[in-house]
C-alpha cells in the first residue's frame, strides 16, 4: 500500500509540473519574408492570395476570413515592403503556451478580386493582412488581428553601401551608393560614434543622388569612429542603416600643456638638491595623437646660457640643482609636433610644506591589488594624488593614475600573478607636490610587510606606551589591515596601524589594573591573532609620588625653619634675657650681706679705660672669686683684654686670684657713656 501511495504521489506532482509548464508562456521575435512571386492565387478565392496553399480553403467575407483571432498572441507587429529586391517582410513578437515550433503564413485579402496574386505588391496596392501560426506538435493554429496595408507608406529604399572613407585630423569624408538598380534618391543622413561609447551623433538630413558622399567635420583627432548611412526617397520609409564601417581620423599638435608638479629633496650639506618633476599624461582629446615622449628643459637665472634638456618617456624625471631659482619648461610630442610648453620657476633653496600621505596600504582581492591611504588636511589644499607602480623585475615600464583630492582607495588595474610591484603615491597641490609614501605588494599577499618584535614600552597608573615594528615579509594571507586592541573590565580601545606608526600610548587607564593588548590581523575570511600582551598598571606613578613627597618634605622644612627663627626672635624682641645675680661670682658677693661698706658711691670712669678695638662689641672684666679680696682695678693686657687689679692707696701690686677667673659678657658701651655706678666698695679710689 505505501508503494502504491508513493507512485500516485509522483504522478500527481509531474502531472502538476506539467500544468505549470504549460501555463508557462514563451516569448519569440519571429520574422517572414515573401518574395513577390511565392504568392499564390486561390481558384476558388478570388478576394484570396496566400503563401500557402492550404490556406485557400478559408472564405474571404467582407475583405476577411472569418477565423477566430487571438491577437495577443502576436505583438509589435511591423511590416514593409522592398521595393528593390520586391520581396514582403514583417516581424511580430510571438507569445505562446507550449514550447515548440510553429510555421507561419501570410494571407492577403481584399473586398475586391485579385486578378493576379504576384503583381498585387505594388506601391499603389491596399491589402489586409492576416498572419497565421501554427504549432507543429499540438496543429493549433492562431490567427493575428487583420492589419491593412498601403504599400506605398511601408516601401523601404535599399540599404546604402559604403564605398570609401577618407579621414584628416578632424574630419571624414564619407562616399556610398544606395544599390544596383538605381532610383531617384531625395534625402540622406549619417550617424556616427566614437569607439567605446554608445550614444550616436545624427548629421541633418541632406540633399544625396544614387551615389553620393559627405564629409563630417569637427571630430577629434587621433579617434576611432563607426558610422553608417540611411536614405530616404521620399515616399515610404527610411532605408535600414548600412553596414557600420570603422575609421580612424589622424594625429595634430596636441592642444594643451602639460599639468607639471615639482618638490625639492635636499641632498645632505652639499649644496646640492635633487629637483622632482612628475607631471599629468594629456587626456586623448588634448593629445590629439600617440604620445611619443617628453622634453624637459631647465637653466638657472644666474646661468641662463648653461640650458640643460632632456628627453624621456616618463611622467617623472629627477636633476639635479644647485640652492638658487630656476626656470623649467616641459612639453610633450607627437607625430604631427609638440604641444604648448608649460614654465615654472623653481627656487631650490627652499622646501614646501607639502606633507606626505599617511597610513599607506595595499590589499589584495585576489584579481587585482587595492591602495589606501589618509592625509591630514592642513592649510594646503590638496587637489589630486598621483600613484606611481612598477614591477620590481622592469622598473622601466611604470604606470600613473591620478585621483582627485577627495579620493583615498584606488583599484590598480594590470596586475600580474607572481609579480612584485613597488608602489608610490604622491599629493599634488597644483604645482607643488609632496614626497611620495612607497610600499610593495604582490597579488598574492598584498602588502609586502609583517609586524614583528611587539613589546612594551612603558606603563603608569593611567597609561600604557607600546610599541613594534615593521619588516619586508610575506605573510601567509593577504591582509586588509592590522588592529591594535586593548581590552580591560568595561572598556574596550582599538584602532588601526599601519607601517608608519610604530607606537601608541592608551590613556585614561585605571590604576593597579590589569589589560589585555592585542594585535588582530583582518583578512576577508576572518581575523587573527598577531601578537599579545598583559598588562597591569601602576598603583601609583614615581611623578605622582614626587608630587606628593616633595611638597611635605618642602612644608616640613619651612615649618622648622621658621620655629626656629620665630623662637629666637620672640625671645628676642617679646622675651628678653634678664642676668640673674644669683647665677653669677659678683652678682653672689654683691648680694652677700656679710659685706660692709661706707655709703659713698664710687663711680668707675670708663673713658679712656677701655683700649680694646671700637668694633668690639663686648667688654671682658676679670673678678676674683674671693669674697674678701678688695675690688680689682682694670688694666689692658698686651693682647688688648682688660683685667682687674688692686686699688689701694700703697699700690700695692696686682694680688693673683687663688682660682680660674671668671669671665663676663657686658653689653657695649657707646662712646657717649659717662659712668656706670658700681656700688658701695670702702676704700677704693678713682684712678686711671
Not at 634638456?309 to 644647485?322: A, D, E, G, M, S
Request: aromatic content about 10%; proline content about 5%; hydrophobic content about 35%.
Amino acid at each position: 500500500m505505501n508503494c502504491k501511495r508513493s507512485v500516485c504521489v509522483l504522478i500527481c506532482v509531474f502531472c502538476f509540473c506539467c500544468a505549470l509548464g504549460n501555463l508557462k508562456r514563451t516569448f519569440r521575435i519571429q520574422e517572414l519574408t515573401v518574395p513577390q512571386n511565392k504568392l499564390n492565387d486561390c481558384e476558388n478565392q478570388k478576394k484570396l492570395c496566400v503563401t500557402s496553399s492550404s490556406d485557400c480553403h478559408y472564405m474571404a467575407l467582407d475583405g476577411a476570413p472569418p477565423v477566430p483571432r487571438t491577437p495577443e498572441n502576436f505583438l509589435n507587429t511591423s511590416c514593409h515592403y522592398l521595393i528593390q529586391e520586391k520581396s514582403f517582410t514583417c516581424r511580430w513578437i510571438q507569445t505562446k503556451d507550449v514550447r515548440s515550433e510553429t510555421i507561419s503564413s501570410f494571407i492577403f485579402s481584399r473586398v475586391q478580386d485579385f486578378i493576379y496574386c504576384p503583381a498585387i505588391l505594388n506601391m499603389h496596392s491596399t491589402l489586409n493582412l492576416t498572419i497565421k501560426s501554427k504549432s507543429v506538435i499540438s496543429q493549433k493554429e492562431q490567427f493575428s488581428d487583420i492589419y491593412p496595408l498601403i504599400i506605398g507608406d511601408i516601401i523601404k529604399v535599399p540599404r546604402p553601401l559604403i564605398t570609401s572613407v577618407n579621414a584628416t585630423d578632424s574630419s571624414i569624408n564619407v562616399t556610398w551608393t544606395s544599390g544596383k538598380i538605381p532610383i531617384r534618391i531625395i534625402k540622406c543622413k549619417i550617424r556616427y560614434k566614437r569607439l567605446n561609447t554608445k550614444s550616436w551623433t545624427e548629421t541633418a538630413d541632406f540633399q544625396a543622388s544614387v551615389e553620393s558622399q559627405f564629409v563630417i567635420e569637427g571630430l577629434q583627432s587621433f579617434s576611432v569612429f563607426d558610422l553608417s548611412v540611411s536614405c530616404f526617397h521620399g515616399f515610404g520609409r527610411w532605408s535600414d542603416w548600412s553596414e557600420e564601417t570603422r575609421v580612424k581620423t589622424t594625429e595634430s599638435l596636441p592642444s594643451a600643456a602639460l599639468s607639471l608638479s615639482y618638490y625639492v629633496d635636499s641632498d645632505g650639506n652639499s649644496g646640492i638638491r635633487r629637483l622632482v618633476l612628475l607631471w599629468k599624461a594629456l587626456d586623448v582629446t588634448d593629445a590629439r595623437g600617440l604620445i611619443r615622449g617628453y622634453e624637459v628643459s631647465y637653466k638657472s637665472f644666474t646661468q641662463p646660457s648653461l640650458k640643460k634638456t632632456i628627453n624621456t618617456t616618463h611622467l617623472k624625471t629627477v636633476v639635479l640643482v644647485r640652492s638658487e631659482e630656476y626656470e623649467v619648461s616641459v612639453c610633450a610630442y607627437n607625430s604631427a609636433g609638440r604641444s604648448p610648453d608649460r614654465r615654472l620657476t623653481v627656487d631650490a633653496s627652499r622646501t614646501h610644506d607639502v606633507p606626505a600621505v599617511k597610513s599607506l596600504w595595499v590589499y589584495s582581492d585576489g584579481s587585482s591589488l587595492w591602495i589606501r591611504w589618509e592625509y591630514e588636511f592642513t592649510v594646503v589644499n590638496i587637489s589630486e594624488f598621483a600613484i606611481e607602480w612598477s614591477s620590481a623585475t622592469d622598473s622601466e615600464h611604470k604606470r600613473w593614475e591620478r585621483v582627485d583630492g577627495s579620493t583615498f582607495t584606488v583599484r590598480l588595474p594590470g596586475i600580474e600573478v607572481q609579480q612584485t610591484y613597488n608602489i608610490s603615491v604622491f599629493p599634488i597641490c597644483e604645482s607643488l607636490s609632496g614626497p611620495p609614501k612607497n610600499i610593495s605588494a604582490d597579488l598574492q599577499h598584498g602588502a609586502l610587510l609583517g609586524l614583528v618584535r611587539f613589546g612594551l614600552l612603558n606603563v603608569s597608573s593611567s597609561s600604557v606606551a607600546l610599541r613594534w615594528s615593521w619588516q619586508e615579509a610575506k605573510p601567509g594571507v593577504s591582509v586588509l589591515q592590522y588592529r591594535l586592541v586593548l581590552t580591560g573590565p568595561n572598556e574596550i580601545q582599538t584602532l588601526a596601524v599601519f607601517p608608519d606608526k610604530q607606537q601608541h600610548l592608551f590613556l585614561h587607564l585605571r590604576p593597579n589594573t590589569k589589560y589585555s593588548v592585542h594585535i588582530h590581523g583582518e583578512t576577508r575570511d576572518g581575523n587573527f591573532t598577531k601578537a599579545s600582551l598583559d598588562i597591569t598598571t601602576l598603583l601609583l606613578d614615581y611623578e605622582e609620588m614626587m608630587r606628593f613627597a616633595v611638597p611635605a618634605v618642602l612644608l616640613l622644612l619651612i615649618f622648622g625653619i621658621f620655629s626656629v627663627l620665630s623662637r629666637t626672635m620672640c625671645r628676642e624682641y617679646f622675651f628678653p634675657i634678664i642676668a640673674n645675680p644669683r647665677y653669677s661670682l659678683i652678682g653672689r658677693w654683691l648680694l652677700n650681706p656679710h659685706l660692709q661698706g661706707s655709703d659713698k658711691i664710687w663711680v668707675l670712669n670708663l673713658d679712656g679705660l677701655f683700649l680694646m678695638d671700637q668694633q668690639m662689641e663686648k667688654s671682658v672684666f676679670v673678678v676674683s672669686d674671693h669674697e674678701d679680696e678688695v675690688p680689682l682695678k682694670t688694666s689692658v693686657t698686651a693682647e688688648g683684654t682688660a683685667l682687674w687689679k688692686p686699688c689701694s692707696d700703697y699700690e700695692e701690686s696686682a694680688l693673683t686670684p687663688s682660682s680660674l677667673p671668671e669671665y663676663v659678657d657686658l653689653p657695649f658701651l657707646p662712646d657717649g657713656s659717662g659712668y656706670v655706678q658700681t656700688g658701695q666698695i670702702p676704700g677704693e679710689r678713682n684712678s686711671d
